[in-house]
Protein backbone atom coordinates (compact mmCIF):
# COMPACT_ATOMS: atom_id res chain seq x y z
CA UNK A 1 0.00 0.00 0.00
CA UNK A 2 1.13 3.92 -0.74
CA UNK A 3 2.72 5.51 1.94
CA UNK A 4 0.75 8.96 2.63
CA UNK A 5 2.58 11.67 4.57
CA UNK A 6 0.24 13.47 7.13
CA UNK A 7 0.32 16.36 9.35
CA UNK A 8 -2.04 15.43 12.01
CA UNK A 9 -2.60 11.80 14.14
CA UNK A 10 -5.94 10.95 13.56
CA UNK A 11 -6.71 7.71 15.54
CA UNK A 12 -4.50 7.98 17.86
CA UNK A 13 -4.86 8.07 21.06
CA UNK A 14 -4.48 10.95 22.74
CA UNK A 15 -2.96 9.85 26.08
CA UNK A 16 0.59 8.61 25.74
CA UNK A 17 0.33 6.74 28.54
CA UNK A 18 -1.32 4.30 26.10
CA UNK A 19 1.23 4.49 24.01
CA UNK A 20 3.44 1.38 22.91
CA UNK A 21 6.87 3.23 23.64
CA UNK A 22 5.26 3.56 26.98
CA UNK A 23 3.92 0.14 27.71
CA UNK A 24 6.98 -0.66 29.74
CA UNK A 25 10.33 1.14 31.04
CA UNK A 26 13.64 -0.15 29.04
CA UNK A 27 16.78 -0.04 30.70
CA UNK A 28 18.53 3.28 29.83
CA UNK A 29 21.01 1.77 27.18
CA UNK A 30 21.53 -2.51 26.10
CA UNK A 31 24.83 -1.61 28.49
CA UNK A 32 23.09 -0.72 31.63
CA UNK A 33 23.97 -3.66 34.34
CA UNK A 34 21.83 -2.65 37.04
CA UNK A 35 17.54 -3.23 37.70
CA UNK A 36 16.28 -0.40 39.68
CA UNK A 37 15.44 -1.58 43.06
CA UNK A 38 11.83 -0.14 42.62
CA UNK A 39 11.03 -2.60 39.98
CA UNK A 40 9.72 -5.10 42.48
CA UNK A 41 7.26 -3.09 44.37
CA UNK A 42 6.07 -1.22 41.08
CA UNK A 43 4.99 -4.74 40.58
CA UNK A 44 3.23 -5.49 43.81
CA UNK A 45 1.18 -2.55 42.80
CA UNK A 46 -0.41 -3.99 39.45
CA UNK A 47 -3.65 -4.87 39.18
CA UNK A 48 -5.70 -7.93 40.15
CA UNK A 49 -9.12 -9.19 38.96
CA UNK A 50 -11.54 -7.46 41.60
CA UNK A 51 -9.16 -6.58 44.26
CA UNK A 52 -9.05 -10.71 44.99
CA UNK A 53 -6.64 -10.89 48.25
CA UNK A 54 -5.98 -14.29 46.91
CA UNK A 55 -4.74 -13.00 43.75
CA UNK A 56 -3.00 -10.03 45.16
CA UNK A 57 -0.59 -12.40 47.89
CA UNK A 58 0.18 -14.92 45.16
CA UNK A 59 1.46 -11.60 43.09
CA UNK A 60 3.16 -10.34 46.09
CA UNK A 61 4.84 -13.53 46.79
CA UNK A 62 5.25 -14.18 43.53
CA UNK A 63 7.13 -11.22 42.62
CA UNK A 64 9.57 -11.85 46.68
CA UNK A 65 10.52 -15.16 44.39
CA UNK A 66 11.83 -13.49 41.42
CA UNK A 67 13.60 -10.62 43.95
CA UNK A 68 15.60 -13.12 45.36
CA UNK A 69 16.13 -14.91 42.20
CA UNK A 70 17.68 -11.80 41.05
CA UNK A 71 20.08 -11.36 43.81
CA UNK A 72 21.21 -15.24 43.08
CA UNK A 73 19.59 -16.20 46.54
CA UNK A 74 17.88 -19.12 44.50
CA UNK A 75 18.47 -21.19 41.47
CA UNK A 76 16.50 -21.34 38.86
CA UNK A 77 15.36 -25.17 40.21
CA UNK A 78 14.22 -23.98 43.07
CA UNK A 79 12.34 -20.89 41.79
CA UNK A 80 10.31 -22.38 39.36
CA UNK A 81 9.44 -24.19 42.74
CA UNK A 82 8.93 -22.17 44.78
CA UNK A 83 7.24 -19.38 41.99
CA UNK A 84 4.88 -21.80 40.77
CA UNK A 85 3.33 -23.62 44.05
CA UNK A 86 1.03 -21.58 45.42
CA UNK A 87 -0.99 -21.56 42.43
CA UNK A 88 -0.38 -25.49 41.86
CA UNK A 89 -1.64 -25.98 45.41
CA UNK A 90 -4.82 -24.04 45.47
CA UNK A 91 -8.27 -23.73 43.97
CA UNK A 92 -9.51 -21.62 41.41
CA UNK A 93 -10.48 -18.43 43.02
CA UNK A 94 -14.31 -17.80 42.87
CA UNK A 95 -14.84 -14.68 41.23
CA UNK A 96 -17.79 -15.55 39.02
CA UNK A 97 -16.08 -15.18 35.90
CA UNK A 98 -15.41 -17.89 33.06
CA UNK A 99 -11.87 -17.18 33.04
CA UNK A 100 -11.53 -17.50 36.73
CA UNK A 101 -9.30 -20.28 36.08
CA UNK A 102 -6.26 -18.64 34.48
CA UNK A 103 -6.38 -15.27 35.92
CA UNK A 104 -3.59 -16.59 38.92
CA UNK A 105 -1.14 -18.86 36.09
CA UNK A 106 -1.58 -15.30 33.36
CA UNK A 107 -0.43 -13.10 36.40
CA UNK A 108 2.82 -15.19 36.68
CA UNK A 109 2.95 -14.76 33.16
CA UNK A 110 2.76 -11.28 32.91
CA UNK A 111 5.31 -10.71 35.93
CA UNK A 112 7.70 -13.20 34.39
CA UNK A 113 7.17 -11.15 30.63
CA UNK A 114 7.73 -8.05 32.08
CA UNK A 115 11.10 -9.08 33.65
CA UNK A 116 12.05 -10.73 30.08
CA UNK A 117 11.62 -6.82 28.34
CA UNK A 118 12.68 -4.56 31.24
CA UNK A 119 15.41 -6.13 33.23
CA UNK A 120 18.95 -5.53 31.69
CA UNK A 121 19.68 -7.30 28.37
CA UNK A 122 22.64 -9.83 30.23
CA UNK A 123 19.92 -11.11 32.76
CA UNK A 124 17.92 -12.78 29.61
CA UNK A 125 19.60 -15.56 29.89
CA UNK A 126 18.76 -16.21 33.58
CA UNK A 127 15.08 -15.54 32.67
CA UNK A 128 15.02 -17.96 29.89
CA UNK A 129 16.71 -20.89 32.20
CA UNK A 130 13.83 -20.01 34.94
CA UNK A 131 11.14 -20.76 32.09
CA UNK A 132 13.33 -23.90 31.16
CA UNK A 133 13.18 -25.28 34.79
CA UNK A 134 9.16 -23.78 34.88
CA UNK A 135 8.49 -25.98 32.28
CA UNK A 136 10.24 -29.22 33.80
CA UNK A 137 7.62 -28.59 36.87
CA UNK A 138 5.80 -31.97 37.01
CA UNK A 139 2.49 -30.21 39.14
CA UNK A 140 -0.92 -29.18 37.78
CA UNK A 141 -2.27 -25.57 37.71
CA UNK A 142 -4.89 -25.16 40.73
CA UNK A 143 -4.38 -29.05 41.48
CA UNK A 144 -6.06 -29.93 38.08
CA UNK A 145 -9.20 -28.02 38.54
CA UNK A 146 -8.66 -26.18 35.26
CA UNK A 147 -9.25 -28.67 31.91
CA UNK A 148 -7.59 -27.08 28.88
CA UNK A 149 -9.96 -26.29 25.31
CA UNK A 150 -8.18 -28.89 23.09
CA UNK A 151 -8.06 -32.24 24.78
CA UNK A 152 -9.94 -31.91 28.00
CA UNK A 153 -6.66 -32.14 29.91
CA UNK A 154 -5.79 -30.48 33.28
CA UNK A 155 -3.36 -27.53 32.59
CA UNK A 156 0.01 -28.05 33.78
CA UNK A 157 2.86 -25.48 33.61
CA UNK A 158 5.22 -27.64 31.50
CA UNK A 159 2.79 -26.07 28.74
CA UNK A 160 2.86 -22.18 29.31
CA UNK A 161 -1.07 -22.41 28.70
CA UNK A 162 -2.02 -19.21 27.63
CA UNK A 163 1.06 -17.72 27.90
CA UNK A 164 0.51 -15.87 24.47
CA UNK A 165 -2.41 -14.12 25.33
CA UNK A 166 -0.09 -11.96 27.30
CA UNK A 167 2.22 -11.51 25.45
CA UNK A 168 2.75 -7.39 23.70
CA UNK A 169 2.36 -8.44 19.82
CA UNK A 170 -1.02 -6.53 18.87
CA UNK A 171 0.33 -3.61 17.55
CA UNK A 172 2.30 -4.05 13.77
CA UNK A 173 5.78 -1.38 13.16
CA UNK A 174 3.16 1.49 10.86
CA UNK A 175 0.26 1.42 13.88
CA UNK A 176 3.14 2.14 16.17
CA UNK A 177 4.95 4.80 14.15
CA UNK A 178 1.52 6.49 14.13
CA UNK A 179 1.86 7.19 18.19
CA UNK A 180 5.16 8.42 17.44
CA UNK A 181 5.27 12.14 17.88
CA UNK A 182 8.53 12.95 17.71
CA UNK A 183 12.20 11.04 16.76
CA UNK A 184 12.71 10.14 20.24
CA UNK A 185 9.46 8.30 20.48
CA UNK A 186 10.11 6.78 18.05
CA UNK A 187 13.59 5.61 18.21
CA UNK A 188 11.75 3.87 21.86
CA UNK A 189 9.43 2.30 20.59
CA UNK A 190 11.83 0.68 17.88
CA UNK A 191 13.81 -0.39 20.31
CA UNK A 192 11.50 -1.61 22.35
CA UNK A 193 9.86 -3.92 19.27
CA UNK A 194 13.04 -5.16 18.64
CA UNK A 195 13.89 -6.43 22.03
CA UNK A 196 10.38 -8.27 22.25
CA UNK A 197 10.83 -10.02 18.94
CA UNK A 198 13.66 -11.14 19.90
CA UNK A 199 12.97 -12.27 22.79
CA UNK A 200 9.76 -13.58 21.40
CA UNK A 201 12.03 -15.55 18.94
CA UNK A 202 13.70 -17.08 21.46
CA UNK A 203 10.69 -18.26 23.05
CA UNK A 204 9.19 -19.72 20.06
CA UNK A 205 12.45 -21.80 19.70
CA UNK A 206 11.88 -23.20 23.84
CA UNK A 207 8.66 -23.77 22.94
CA UNK A 208 7.40 -21.20 25.13
CA UNK A 209 4.95 -19.90 22.58
CA UNK A 210 3.80 -22.04 19.19
CA UNK A 211 5.13 -20.03 16.08
CA UNK A 212 1.56 -17.47 15.56
CA UNK A 213 0.76 -16.82 11.83
CA UNK A 214 1.20 -13.69 12.94
CA UNK A 215 4.86 -13.80 12.70
CA UNK A 216 4.99 -15.26 9.92
CA UNK A 217 2.81 -12.77 8.05
CA UNK A 218 5.51 -10.26 9.53
CA UNK A 219 7.93 -12.25 7.21
CA UNK A 220 5.59 -11.70 4.14
CA UNK A 221 4.72 -8.06 4.77
CA UNK A 222 8.34 -7.31 5.07
CA UNK A 223 9.74 -9.05 1.72
CA UNK A 224 6.86 -9.16 -0.45
CA UNK A 225 5.43 -6.17 -0.58
CA UNK A 226 6.03 -4.15 -3.81
CA UNK A 227 9.26 -2.11 -3.22
CA UNK A 228 7.53 0.97 -3.92
CA UNK A 229 4.86 0.86 -1.12
CA UNK A 230 7.80 0.23 1.76
CA UNK A 231 9.01 2.97 4.17
CA UNK A 232 12.55 2.94 3.95
CA UNK A 233 13.36 6.47 3.73
CA UNK A 234 15.71 8.68 6.09
CA UNK A 235 13.09 10.36 7.44
CA UNK A 236 10.66 7.92 8.45
CA UNK A 237 9.66 9.09 11.63
CA UNK A 238 7.63 11.73 9.42
CA UNK A 239 6.05 9.28 7.17
CA UNK A 240 3.09 7.69 8.36
CA UNK A 241 -0.01 5.21 6.87
CA UNK A 242 -3.51 7.28 7.01
CA UNK A 243 -5.35 5.08 9.32
CA UNK A 244 -5.10 2.20 11.31
CA UNK A 245 -6.10 -0.19 9.20
CA UNK A 246 -3.78 0.46 6.49
CA UNK A 247 -0.72 1.08 9.00
CA UNK A 248 -1.48 -2.85 10.08
CA UNK A 249 0.25 -4.36 6.93
CA UNK A 250 2.95 -0.80 6.22
CA UNK A 251 6.17 -1.94 5.47
CA UNK A 252 8.64 -0.28 8.04
CA UNK A 253 12.04 -1.38 7.30
CA UNK A 254 13.88 -0.69 10.53
CA UNK A 255 11.40 -2.22 12.09
CA UNK A 256 10.69 -5.44 10.00
CA UNK A 257 13.79 -6.49 8.50
CA UNK A 258 15.81 -6.91 12.07
CA UNK A 259 12.40 -9.16 13.62
CA UNK A 260 13.07 -11.38 10.17
CA UNK A 261 16.53 -11.51 11.36
CA UNK A 262 15.64 -12.82 14.60
CA UNK A 263 12.98 -14.84 13.94
CA UNK A 264 15.69 -17.01 11.54
CA UNK A 265 17.57 -16.63 13.70
CA UNK A 266 16.78 -18.91 16.36
CA UNK A 267 13.62 -20.87 14.42
CA UNK A 268 14.72 -20.66 10.58
CA UNK A 269 14.79 -24.47 10.24
CA UNK A 270 10.89 -24.73 11.49
CA UNK A 271 10.34 -21.25 8.95
CA UNK A 272 11.77 -23.77 6.10
CA UNK A 273 9.84 -26.28 7.09
CA UNK A 274 6.50 -24.35 7.06
CA UNK A 275 7.17 -22.72 3.81
CA UNK A 276 9.23 -24.91 1.62
CA UNK A 277 8.74 -28.54 3.34
CA UNK A 278 5.17 -28.43 3.53
CA UNK A 279 4.75 -25.76 1.18
CA UNK A 280 2.33 -24.35 4.36
CA UNK A 281 1.38 -21.25 3.09
CA UNK A 282 -0.27 -22.81 -0.03
CA UNK A 283 -3.33 -23.73 2.47
CA UNK A 284 -3.89 -20.03 3.61
CA UNK A 285 -6.49 -17.81 2.64
CA UNK A 286 -6.12 -14.19 1.06
CA UNK A 287 -7.58 -13.15 3.42
CA UNK A 288 -4.73 -14.37 6.19
CA UNK A 289 -2.16 -12.61 3.82
CA UNK A 290 -0.90 -9.66 4.75
CA UNK A 291 -2.16 -7.05 1.27
CA UNK A 292 1.37 -6.96 0.24
CA UNK A 293 2.06 -10.74 -0.38
CA UNK A 294 2.69 -12.30 -3.63
CA UNK A 295 1.31 -15.31 -5.25
CA UNK A 296 3.79 -18.32 -5.79
CA UNK A 297 4.04 -21.76 -7.50
CA UNK A 298 5.60 -23.36 -4.63
CA UNK A 299 6.92 -22.64 -1.35
CA UNK A 300 10.62 -23.23 -2.84
CA UNK A 301 9.87 -20.47 -5.20
CA UNK A 302 8.50 -18.27 -2.04
CA UNK A 303 11.65 -18.99 -0.29
CA UNK A 304 13.79 -17.84 -3.19
CA UNK A 305 12.27 -14.54 -3.72
CA UNK A 306 12.79 -14.08 -0.11
CA UNK A 307 16.85 -14.59 -0.37
CA UNK A 308 16.77 -12.41 -3.26
CA UNK A 309 14.84 -9.57 -1.31
CA UNK A 310 16.99 -9.82 1.20
CA UNK A 311 19.73 -9.87 -0.80
CA UNK A 312 18.86 -6.63 -2.32
CA UNK A 313 18.26 -4.75 0.89
CA UNK A 314 21.56 -6.54 2.55
CA UNK A 315 23.46 -4.51 -1.18
CA UNK A 316 21.33 -1.59 -1.09
CA UNK A 317 19.59 -0.13 1.84
CA UNK A 318 20.73 2.76 2.66
CA UNK A 319 20.10 2.25 6.64
CA UNK A 320 23.05 0.62 8.21
CA UNK A 321 20.89 -1.59 10.37
CA UNK A 322 18.81 -2.98 8.27
CA UNK A 323 21.27 -4.04 5.96
CA UNK A 324 22.90 -5.83 8.99
CA UNK A 325 19.84 -7.60 9.55
CA UNK A 326 18.92 -8.70 6.30
CA UNK A 327 22.51 -10.49 6.07
CA UNK A 328 22.14 -11.82 9.49
CA UNK A 329 18.94 -13.33 8.03
CA UNK A 330 20.45 -14.31 4.43
CA UNK A 331 23.04 -16.27 7.15
CA UNK A 332 20.65 -17.77 9.08
CA UNK A 333 18.62 -18.83 6.16
CA UNK A 334 21.56 -20.45 4.17
CA UNK A 335 22.75 -22.37 7.42
CA UNK A 336 18.64 -23.79 7.46
CA UNK A 337 18.97 -25.14 3.98
CA UNK A 338 22.39 -27.03 4.74
CA UNK A 339 20.84 -28.26 7.76
CA UNK A 340 17.93 -29.63 6.00
CA UNK A 341 19.97 -31.07 2.86
CA UNK A 342 22.38 -32.79 5.11
CA UNK A 343 19.40 -34.75 7.42
CA UNK A 344 17.55 -35.82 4.01
CA UNK A 345 20.33 -37.57 3.18
Not at 218 to 229: F, N, P, R
Not at 307 to 332: K, P, Q
Request: proline share 5%; with cysteine.
Amino acid sequence: MPIVKLTGRRGVPADPAHHFYNRFKLPQDDGQHHLDPAWFDRQKQRHVEKDDPSLRRWLVDEVNILKAFHDGDTDAEETAHDITRPISTSSVPDLGGYSDGILASNGLWFVLITALIEWPCERIADLLALLDAIARIPDKIHKGEVIGDEHGDALSWSGFPYFALSWPDDLQPGQICRQCPDAAARALARRLYLKIRDIEAQLVARHVMGMSRQMIRTVICALETDKKDVDGSDDAQQVVAPNEAVAYDQVVLDFHIPAVAFLFQYNVREVYDLVVVRDGLRDWTRRSMPDGARRFEDGATRWVFWERRLGELAGGSADEEVRGAAEAALGSMALGEGVWRDEAR
